[in-house]
């Protein structure tokens, strides 16, 4: 189910390591502490952020990556790319973060467009980490079920009492330590 079309405001790499962060959209302290020293990681390694835009965890780590110069690609799914890229174009120009759509960015927003959108960017992640989840509940969830499903990327659990964290590693998902 690829897009056939993608609009892209930014320069592409053409070979990087992605990683994606998720969870839920209520941030804990901690969680938005642990977010933090991903994305740290991720810049000591010069792997790239890939974001699918969306609240909680996710924009935490955007808005972190952003003000710390992590190389980020974000996956949009409505005509927010075009605010976007108005309030990050030195970003952009920068070759500090890209602007990825399936969507044409005229088109109204549609909650299947998210959904396809958090597919995309575990075809452009090696690496998932998930940060905090529920069971049953959330794009979190769902999306780590589909990338479980079609072994897209690697999946990564932060180890904490989060029960859909739990349940996702009796799943065999591989821990991570903090």
């Avoid at 901690?30 to 991720?42: Q, V």
Wanted: charged residues 25%; aromatic residues 10%.
């Amino acid at each position: 189910r690829a897009p056939h079309i993608l609009y892209v405001i930014g320069e592409m790499p053409v070979d990087f390591e992605g990683v994606s962060i998720h969870g839920l959209q209520d941030v804990a302290k901690k969680d938005r502490a642990y977010t933090k020293r991903l994305i740290d990681k991720i810049i000591d390694e010069k792997k790239w952020f890939i974001s699918n835009d969306s609240k909680g965890i996710d924009n935490e780590a955007f808005v972190y990556a952003i003000n710390h110069k992590c190389k980020t690609i974000a996956f949009m799914c409505d005509k927010d790319i075009m605010d976007k890229a108005h309030d990050y174009k030195r970003q952009i120009k920068n070759g500090l973060l890209v602007l990825l759509s399936a969507v044409d960015p005229s088109r109204r927003f549609n909650i299947t467009n998210c959904l396809d959108r958090n597919s995309y960017v575990c075809g452009l992640a090696k690496y998932q980490v998930i940060i905090s989840s529920k069971i049953n509940s959330g794009a979190t969830w769902f999306t780590a079920m589909h990338n479980m499903h079609h072994n897209w990327t690697n999946t990564f659990v932060l180890n904490n009492d989060y029960p859909g964290n739990i349940r996702l590693l009796e799943m065999k998902t591989v821990p991570l330590y903090i």
